[in-house]
C-alpha cells in the first residue's frame, strides 16, 4: 500500500511518557500501540494507533485504551 491510516492520540493527561504507557497498556490491557517518542520529541506524550485491523479489535481496543486512561 501506498499509506495508512493512524490515530495521533494525545496522552498529555497521563504522567508516563509514551514509552511507559504503551509497555504498561500492553503489560495491563493486552492494547498494542505504537510510543509517540519513536517519532521524535514531539512525540513524548502521544501514542500512535494503526488503523488496520477489524472494526470490533478496532472498538475493543479503543475502548480497554479509554478504560486505562480513566482509572
Do not use: M
Amino acid at each position: 500500500p501506498h499509506g495508512a491510516f493512524y490515530l495521533w492520540v494525545d496522552t498529555s493527561t497521563d504522567e508516563r511518557d509514551s514509552r511507559q504507557l504503551a509497555h504498561d497498556l500492553l503489560r495491563d490491557r493486552q492494547v498494542a500501540v505504537a510510543p509517540g517518542l519513536a517519532f521524535g520529541p514531539s512525540g513524548r506524550y502521544r501514542l500512535r494507533i494503526s488503523l488496520a485491523s477489524a472494526d470490533g479489535d478496532l472498538l475493543e481496543g479503543c475502548r480497554r485504551l479509554t478504560e486505562y486512561l480513566q482509572r
